[in-house]
């Protein structure tokens, strides 16, 4: 209840002097016509455009995902694979899963070398990085169920940015720039790939500059089949030719049989209450839903309301339950398709209790003492890239999506199809590589993850829908490998314990803690000295970094039921784009 005044005030204040008063206050862009909020402007026009002739929030989403495989080409994509949580208006949810799928040539072993350690340039760039892509089956397999428009007309706004162009950001055109021209620091990650640089370098060299036209031609005839022809076009027609043919070209293991057998799947969402909400998420082969709730658990269970926000112990409690979380998702979760993982117990109250059993007040927990049923011993490099997207919709009728998807790296493994224009993604990294190996620098060799050919890679990616008493309240995800979840979570806790609303818990300082390394790591500012002096004091290793994630969201105003799109400006390209007037 004490959560509640800030509303109480903030309300109080908008009743008192309307107009001054919300001037000054950014709640987001208001909607009540449906709205879509992505990390490309051009892509959000694209959702909200759909929005506007009718189309359903799944609509929208839809034309919002081709419409960044355009837009947005270090992760929005046809080449990768992602999550979409769904809730309806009458509160009942599903989720889509669409992550790639090991090819059936691929082996728990397949990215070692002679000495035994993981050979990162077989993972991050080139043939053998990539899973068989998701996306296109799983925008196909959710808006056969849901959408309401004609597949073509969600797909066309893609085709219509692809082939005949847009207008580079700055950001945009900086970014394929240092992928294709490269920098000081080194040739651009794409000089390798002839098809890339012919897809992405400027037409006769040199640089792009923000305002430029792309055209993205080969990219603008894939999309076409794919609105004419549907899935199929993609997974057994001629763009599989493609992409079958190339891998065979260049040792890449993605065949013909690996693309027709690819599935979508519906499953059942991950659901959790906290301080009465409840948590919509994502099952595995996403880790996010699991954790997300598991840490809410932990934090309930341990009366996080009664701490300040962002008070030392307040800081201390949420650190401790990311820790605990993080490694559960080490020792438990990987594709339910292929391992047994005991959800039920995991996003359980009384698992919870048993977690915060071993926090104690005034002191930083030992992940190591944690978990060394699961640590091994040697120090291995864990870098996760930092590229993917999040977007959200919800439409006029309150129906929500919240979408992440990713390519893993920024522009993954930076191999455009040949005569397809499509960049694919390097998923298959996030697999346990090196089976049997966990270490203290992050990486995990525990049996869940560990390759096999069809299963799903473990993902971070934790696309949320936040509801209260039957009341759509937020809708959210971000980008950021494994700190999303503890991106995911500052954002939900900002909504819920701390009563905050949705652009205050956006623009909240966010902090990250993955089980291993031991460190805490925060966003630059976060933390006073103070306050990082005494953290340091009760043992935590305390890191500051830039930005973490980017969390493109929709919060429903409580008292009105007005839709706010929340743009994180973490995100230069940011947009809530409005459907309808
Ligand atoms: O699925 C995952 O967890 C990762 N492949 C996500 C990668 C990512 O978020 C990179 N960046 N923003």
Redesign the pocket.
Known sequence: MRKALPYLVVLGLLALAPTTVSTQIDLGVPSKTGIVVSASDLAADAGASVLAKGGNAVDAAVATAFAMAVTSPS?GNIGGG?FMVIRLPNGTATTFDY?EMAPGKSTPTMYLNKAGEIDMSLTQQGYLAPGVPGTVRGMAAAHKKFGKLAWKDVVTPAVTLASKGFKLSKSLANGLNSEVLGTERGPGRMAAFPASVAAYGKPGGGEWKEGDTIVLGDLGKTLTAIATDGPDAFYKGWIADRIAEDMAAHGGLITKDDLANYAAKERAPIKGTFYGYDIIGMPPP???GIALVEMLNMLEAMNLQKETRQSVRGIHLVIEAQRRAYLDRARFIGDTDFVQVPIDTLISKAHAKELIATVTPNKASSSAELGKDILSAGKMPAE??????HFSVVDKDGMAVTN?F?L???YGSHVVIKGTGMILNN?M??FNKKPGTTTATGTIGTPANVIAPGKR?????TPVIIAKDGKLVMVTG???????INTVLHVVLGVTAWGLNGREAVDSPRWDHEWMPDRVTFEANALSDAAMAQLKTMGYDVVQRGEQ?SAQSIWMHPQTGTAFGIADHRSPDAKASKGGS
């Open positions: 992760n992602g992550r996403s880790s996010g996760e890239p930092m590229e993917t997207t992440t990713t893993e790296g920024g998923e990294g996030d890679m473990l993902s971070s990616m971000s980008p950021g490998g494994r700190t999303i994630g």
